[in-house]
């Protein structure tokens, strides 16, 4: 999310005349977009502002803006503590950025953190690189879930959906820009419309198939409570439906999944994980883990172990659980010692790094339908692009021209595939 509102940002600075610089020396403005989802985020922001504040006195008339989570969680006192800061803006408060940089440009400092009444930040078209193939599409904002350890709802406010009018003509106009696969944005995708009324998200995901030139589609992030069987069963009835999903756990213990506010047991989410398997073959899973969560003991942790064993993820995100300011879960007692909360973390790290080595070994001999991203980074000679489980390719290109390319795999990384063009 933090990415398709830089994308914004973006796009609204170039209205104000101003382009990406190419070093921090050259540059005229330093925006940081930042997230606070958890403390060593935030961390990393104050300590980026104390290196920002020499470069200001070095290069007089420079200006610095800090927008996102953790500008609408701090608000002024962000100022106090950073006064060389000359804008704060918060997570609703994007598109008036050519404004304020103007007023900043006459000496006015700006703090606008105001959470309704102004311009929907998807509004706001992100900048769309030339020769893209894929791009982010924001279809909700805000989140009313609250679960115990996340700060998102209160950073983000309540959950909006787009009308999905909005939405189907955002993805017709990326199409007719040459996108073939677009990623639909929101914190809890499967609840998409039903505060509005408007249509529920498996009848979005069918509309967005229908549009011309749009092969691939895939949803982030999908709440394991709320994904439902019409949405499951587009897995085996819409091709363009790519066959993998980003299904966050948190915790394999029913106990701690309770604590969390998560909605759903471990049982719940392993007969949707059976479902979706049986609706496209090659199911690709990816996660997000939290580890240590206050309350958690050995036994709890080795529940989430063996979920993973049954699933054999292909990726996922994993942290340690961080209290977060005014979160429920800050407030509770009986926390697991840092050291061990660490250490369960990279056993963890180390059984999904088996799992994603399985996996991708797995593809090694097939042959695999890319979506070219662009130049390889590891070699300017070969393309880069990513499959349709979300495998990325680096491959040596043959003859074909096109988005897409058919890649004979050869060999496997622990991040990547290789192979050539057929
Ligand atoms: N909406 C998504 C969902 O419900 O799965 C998650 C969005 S959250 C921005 C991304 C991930 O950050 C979460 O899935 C969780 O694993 C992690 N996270 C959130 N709050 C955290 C905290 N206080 N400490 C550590 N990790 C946290
Ligand atoms: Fe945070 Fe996701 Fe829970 Fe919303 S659903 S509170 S974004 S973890």
Redesign the pocket.
Known sequence: MNVVDSARMLSLLSQADYAAAGSLEEADLVLLNTCS??EKADQKIYSELGTLRGWKQRRGGRLVAVGGCLAQQAGNALRARAPHVDIVFGTHNIARLPEMVQRAERREPSVELAMEGDVAHWEVAPHLPEGATSAMLTIMQG?D?F?A????PYVRGSETSRPSAAVLAEARELADRGVREVVLLG??VNSYGKKEGEIPFYELLRRIAEVDGISRIRFV?S?PRDLDDRTIGLFSDVEAICPHIHL?L?SGSDRILGAMGRGYTRGDYLSKVEALRGARRGMAFSS???VGFPGETERDFLETLSLMEEVRYDSA?S??????PG?K?AGLGDRVDPAESRERLLRLQALQERHGRERMEEAVGTEVVVLVEGTSAKDPEMLCGRTPCHKMVNFTKGKESGPFRTVHVRSCGLHSLSGEER
Do not use: K
């Open positions: 989802i958890r989140c879930n679960c350890y996340c700060i998102v914190q809890n992030t709440h966050p948190q997000d883990f939290l995100f942290f340690c659980f961080s209290p977060r979160t879960a």
